[in-house]
C-alpha cells in the first residue's frame, strides 16, 4: 500500500455487500480501518459520504467516499493493481468482460432468487424462489468451467473478482441451507465444479477471517422474521 | 481500429440499451456490422451468441460475444483505449468509480422509475413512477456538476461514460414527454444543467446519426401498449 494512504470500510457485520468489499481487501492484503454502522441509527458520517443511497458498504480512501460493492471491488483493484496481493480482475479485455457478466449475473438473478426464497410472501412465491435459485446455479456451474478454464478459481490460479462477488453470499446460503434442513447451493451431485470452489474459497485464510459467525447471521435472522 | 478487426452488433433499433452501444461505437468513430434483430423470431446466432439472456446489444469482436450493454461499453473502451475516439472512461480511478456509481444510479433509479411510469399498471402507480423520475432527475443534476467539473459533458469536455450511458434513454424520455404533452425530463427550470447537457449531446453528430426516428418509437409505443 502507498505511503500515508489511509482505507476505512464503513459497514454492517451482516451483509453480504459489506463482506464483499471486506474479502477484496483481504486477499489484497490491504490494512483498513473498519468500522461498524448501526443501521438503525446510521452515523453523520455515512449519511454523508453516501448521501444518494445512504447505504454501507462506503470506502473511504484519504477522505474520497466510493459506494456500492462492485464499484468498491474495481476501485481496489485499479489503484492498487498488482503491487498488493493478485489482481481480481483479469489482464485480458474480454476475459474482463466475461468477469464482470457472471458479477452481474450473480447480483442480478442469483440475488433476486435467493430474495424471492427467503423473503417469499406466500409459499408459491418461495417455490419459484427455489426453482430460480437452483437455475441459477446451474447456470454458473458453466460459468466456472469458463472462466476458470480448468483452473481452481474463476480468476484461474488465485482468485478473481467473480470468486470475491459470490464468496460474499457464501455465509447466506449456507444459512437458507441449515434453516431448511436441505442441501440446495453448492450441492456435489448437481454442480460438482461449484461444490468443489466452495471447498477450496472456504478454506483460504483470507477468506475465513472476514467471515461472519453462522450462530450470529441464525440469530439475526430470527429477528428480522 | 486494428487490422482485421470484425466487429458486429446484434440489435433491435427500439432498445435503449442496444442505442448505448451504437453511441459508443459512434463515439468511437469505430467501424462495425449491424444485424437487426426480429425479437419475435431471435436468430440462432443471438441465441448461441448470449445462451444466458437471449438478449440484445450483442457485440460480436471477432467471433468472440460480448454481452449486457454496460459491459459491451467498457470493453470497446479497454480494447480500443484512446486510439479509436475518445476514452469514455476517466484515467483516475477515483473519477472511474464515480462514472461507474452514476452509470449504475442510471441504471437503477432512473430507469426503474421510467418503467413504473410507462409500464405501471394503475394511476398510483404511474403517479408514483412520476414522482420517482424527478426524484431521480434530480439527483442526477448533482451528478452533473459532481462528473463535469464545469465542462460540457459528464466526461469533461467530452463525451464519457455516463454521456453515453444517459444518453441512450433521451429518445424514451422524450417519448414519454411527447405522449403524456408536459416536459417532465431535462426540463430547464427544475433541472437547468441537465437541459443544457441534453442540448449539447442530441446536437452532435456521432449521436444524431444512430438516435431512432421518434414517428417511428410512437408506433412502436402503440403497438406494444
Known amino acids: 500500500m502507498a505511503g500515508g494512504d489511509e482505507l476505512r470500510l464503513l459497514g ?3 451483509s453480504p455487500f459489506v463482506l464483499r468489499a471486506r474479502l477484496a481487501l483481504s486477499f489484497k492484503g490491504l490494512s483498513y480501518e473498519y468500522v461498524e454502522e448501526d443501521l438503525t441509527n ?3 458520517l455515512l449519511l454523508r459520504s453516501n448521501p444518494v443511497h445512504n447505504k454501507v458498504p462506503v470506502l473511504i480512501h484519504n477522505g474520497k467516499p466510493i459506494c456500492e460493492t462492485q464499484i468498491i471491488v474495481q476501485y481496489l483493484d485499479e489503484v492498487y493493481g498488482a503491487s498488493n496481493g ?7 479485455p474480454y476475459d474482463r468482460a466475461m ?29 419459484e424462489g427455489r426453482k430460480q435459485s437452483s437455475a441459477s446455479m446451474e447456470t454458473l456451474e458453466r460459468a466456472v468451467k469458463e472462466c476458470s478454464k480448468g483452473k481452481p478459481f474463476f480468476g484461474g490460479d488465485g482468485v478473481g473478482y467473480v470468486d470475491v462477488v459470490l464468496g460474499g453470499f457464501i455465509p447466506w446460503v449456507n ?3 441449515r434453516l431448511t434442513g436441505s442441501r440446495q447451493f453448492f450441492d456435489a451431485g448437481k454442480t460438482p465444479l461449484l ?5 477450496r474459497f472456504g478454506s483460504l485464510h483470507a477468506a475465513k477471517v472476514v467471515m461472519p459467525d453462522m450462530e450470529r447471521l441464525v440469530e439475526l435472522s430470527e429477528m428480522s422474521s
Not at 458479477?103 to 406466500?122: E, F, N, P, Q, V
Not at 461444490?195 to 471447498?199: S, T
Open 175 to 177: 444459512l437458507i441451507d
Open 12 to 14: 454492517f457485520w451482516g
Open 42 to 44: 446510521k452515523s453523520e
Open 99 to 127: 468477469a464482470r457478466f457472471w458479477a452481474a449475473y450473480i447480483d442480478d438473478k442469483l440475488l433476486s432468487s435467493l430474495m424471492m426464497m427467503s423473503r417469499g410472501k406466500t409459499e408459491e412465491e418461495k417455490a
Open 195 to 199: 461444490a468443489a470452489w466452495l471447498e
Open 86 to 92: 493478485p489482481s481480481l480482475l483479469p489482464v485480458d
